[in-house]
């Protein structure tokens, strides 16, 4: 498989990292192999430990997130390798806005006395400093989910590292397209691929990039132990989708701000959560630390809950649905789920731009919010 060429933009990365050898005859791309087990004395023994797939996505994620990759059969199934890790009793320190399955399992392992889970506003560096005084983990998320806060990931770095923490950077919403946690000085990346990297909302599958390619490798027995191993069709699948992730996040992103904005001046919307609109409280960090403030957004409604289901019902073409990241445009109101913290705002409704015309997602939204 060819190497990650420091010369290639991220664009040429997501077309070429992760492929076959080129020889005549020979596949341009890894195939599928449906098999769980494999002739003794070679280079794979059981699928569970890994395959030919899941070595192609990891050299791929890994190129593009300058570290070493782990993959995994969820993104849930990644976080919880994580917490895995964790001493017991050791302090974990989190966002108190994160995402739902994540936030739920730490709240689990804290109530058993697994974890000590110390919640915080990730935005607010001088609580991160004081609840990271003796931490094993620090959790961040950026931009958050689904309130779409940005936290500073290199002060917050310097910070787990002052305490001897491992910081643990969930990179889902902003895509290596946008940041490379690692360069800011995360120790591991974590990403739900079943989200913008698989992006056409057919396949679950996540993934751990570790900065220190000792604790990847040590990672992979455990991820054998778990029973957290991708499939051979969704490691095809990631990849596949991966080929297309420069094209589709550019564009959704541009639809995003163009939605983002008009929006904010419609009369039926309180507020727009999104850190490329000048007066989001992100804005100034995203601009000097993110190429892009990403394809979500969140809106709150001026007519509350009532207001934000009425939208859900009445799309026609923006789809009301869970996850993100799909090629299709998804919505829905975050507080349907009974899980979903209380702190999020009852009347929350996020939004994942997918790669649909502008002008026909926000006619849509249009004839939705009527009358307001």
Not at 113 to 126: F, H, K, V
Not at 129 to 148: C, F, H, I, K, Y
Not at 298 to 317: H, K, M, P
Request: aromatic fraction near 6%; include cysteine; glycine fraction near 8%.
């Amino acid at each position: 498989m060819p190497t990650d060429d420091p010369t290639w933009s991220v664009d040429t990365a997501v077309v070429h990292l992760g492929r076959p050898p080129r020889e005549p005859g020979h596949p341009l791309n890894v195939p599928i192999e449906a098999v769980s087990t494999y002739h003794a004395g070679g280079d794979f023994e059981y699928a569970r430990d890994g395959t030919r797939g899941s070595q192609a996505l990891e050299q791929a994620l890994g190129g593009l997130e300058g570290g070493h990759a782990v993959s995994f059969a969820s993104g849930m199934a990644a976080a919880s390798a994580l917490f895995d890790t964790v001493t017991t009793g050791g302090v974990v320190v989190a966002p108190r806005h994160a995402y739902t399955g994540v936030s739920v399992r730490a709240r689990q392992l804290d109530q058993a006395g697994r974890i000590a889970l110390r919640a915080i506003d990730i935005t607010d560096t001088d609580a991160v400093a004081d609840a990271a005084r003796g931490a094993s983990m620090v959790w961040v998320e950026s931009p958050t989910n689904p309130m779409l806060e940005i936290a500073d990931l290199a002060t917050i770095a310097e910070i787990a590292r002052a305490n001897k923490a491992i910081l643990v950077c969930d990179n889902t919403f902003a895509t290596p397209l946008a940041q490379r946690p690692i360069e800011s000085g995360a120790d591991v990346v974590l990403h739900s691929a079943t989200k913008m990297i698989g992006g056409h909302s057919d396949l679950l599958a996540g993934a751990l990039v570790f900065a220190d390619p000792d604790a990847a490798a040590e990672m992979v027995p455990r991820r054998t132990l778990l029973g957290g191993f991708p499939g051979a069709l969704e490691c095809y699948l990631a990849l596949r989708g991966l080929r297309t992730l420069a094209l589709r996040w550019r564009h959704a992103q541009s639809s995003a701000q163009i939605l983002a904005e008009r929006l904010a001046t419609h009369p039926a919307i309180a507020k727009v959560r999104y850190p490329g609109l000048p007066d989001d409280p992100g804005y100034d960090l995203a601009q000097r630390t993110m190429a892009g403030p990403g394809t979500i957004l969140a809106i709150e409604f001026v007519g509350g809950r009532s207001a934000a289901q009425a939208l859900s019902d009445r799309v026609r073409l923006w789809v009301h649905a869970t996850s993100l990241g799909g090629v299709e445009s998804l919505l829905e109101r975050r507080r349907r789920w009974s899980l979903e913290s209380d702190l999020v705002p009852d009347d929350l409704v996020r939004m994942s731009v997918g790669i649909e015309d502008v002008e026909d997602l926000w006619a849509d939204l249009v004839a939705a919010l009527e009358p307001w």
